[in-house]
């Protein structure tokens, strides 16, 4: 098992390079499996839900191969009748992103239903309702979801929330569909533009990517390509967070003004001086931490990923803030580990409030979640004395080597075997 060790009070400096897209390169690889031929993906993120994605490929007949910073995949040899390895797609929650794909170019596909996961029951009924509306059947049993179709129509949707995996699920059966398909409600995140960008780069005819009416009209075929997905705003609003919490100026390469408007106007409000120029930020730390009231929306709102790392610095502010989740149904399970190391945070159903604490203090904690795991780092960056955090495998899922990048950036900390 792996821990890290942090020994807080260091300033950071210098520049930190953000990576690509976690919540970008997963659906992409998905995508893959439409174009029947070869795809390379650049510049691949080395995170574990990366691995997973490529050996849950492997499971159905793809030839997936991550070498020198690429991923080169081949799904010419799929012949249809595969089934996702059960135990990766409870794994992971993407992994029900290959379901679009395959019931687009094969007509059928079973699949294991995904898990749900810490923060929430992740429910995959818009998906359904989704492709239903292209004219699948759907069969639900015995922890199995099976769709067919002879052949998928287009269809119209409306999604009673814009749910972005549903988005891209159902963009994904659609591109190969006889006719034109609408998406109402869509999800507007960066991620799903990024994932139309790369459809379209196929061949595939999809309009209104990024906003919240997609239209694609179905092709017959597409054609394998090679991709460079975009980088990670969440993993750069991450190390805007710690330049704000360690009061530090840091250089974030890669975070991109127009993905980070929400976090930006956040972090300006409650005192962050920062400078925003081409493909990067700078964080100039702050003359004192001010409240401020956070709620988490779907995009452009405050994303809900940044609402953890958020925290943290909120604990840090002089004065009472409250922090809504209106997306998930239970992403405040780091606030409790927070708890342990001196803050003051209550909750009351979706709500947090905070009330402001001088510094926290060094301490045992365990990560929970993603970025959960990543709000106890930030934590650790200032904290007084040490902290040790277990269960990081939850971070090595969406943060590229996060404990070197930080070194580089002067932190204190160490990823320790026990
Ligand atoms: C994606 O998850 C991201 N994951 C999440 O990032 C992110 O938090 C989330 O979008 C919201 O932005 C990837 O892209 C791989 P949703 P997804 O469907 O697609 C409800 C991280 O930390 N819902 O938009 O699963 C659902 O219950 C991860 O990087 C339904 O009700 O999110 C939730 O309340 C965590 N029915 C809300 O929508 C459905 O069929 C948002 O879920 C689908 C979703």
Known sequence: MEKFILKGGKKLQGEVFVSVAKNSILPIIAATILSGSKCTIENAPELEDVYVICDLLKSINVKADFKEGSIYLDSSCMVGNEEPDSELVRKMRASFLIMGPMLSRFGRVKISLPGGCNIGSRP??????????????????????????????????????????????????????????????????????????????????????????????????????????????????????????????????????????????????????????????????????SPIDIKTMPYPGFPTDMQSPMMSLMCLAQGTSIVTETVFENRFMHASELKRMGANIKIDGRCAVIEGIKSFSGCNVKATDLRAGAALILAGLVAEGTTTIEDIYHIDRG????EKKLKKLGANIERIQV
Do not use: W
């Open 124 to 289: 995959i009924d818009l998906h359904l309702k989704g492709f239903k509306a292209l004219g699948a059947t759907i069969d639900l049993g015995h922890g199995f979801v099976e769709a067919k179709a002879d052949k998928l129509r287009g269809g119209s949707i409306y999604l009673d929330f814009p749910s972005v995996g549903a988005t891209e699920n159902i963009m994904m059966a659609a591109v190969l569909a006889d006719g034109d398909t609408i998406i109402e409600n869509a999800a507007e995140e960066p991620e799903i533009k990024d994932l139309a960008n790369f459809l379209v780069k196929m061949g595939a005819i999809i309009s209104g990517a990024g906003t919240d009416t997609i239209i694609i009209k179905g092709v017959k075929q597409l054609k394998g390509v090679s991709y460079t997905p975009i980088f990670d705003r969440i993993e750069a609003g991450t190390y805007m967070v710690a330049g704000a919490l360690t009061n530090s100026n840091i250089k974030i390469v890669g975070a991109e003004e127009e993905n980070l408007r929400s976090l930006i106007a956040k972090l300006i409000e409650c005192g962050v001086k920062l400078e925003i120029g081409q493909g990067f930020i700078i964080i100039n730390g702050h003359d004192g931490l």
């Open 399 to 402: 943060y590229v080597c996060i």
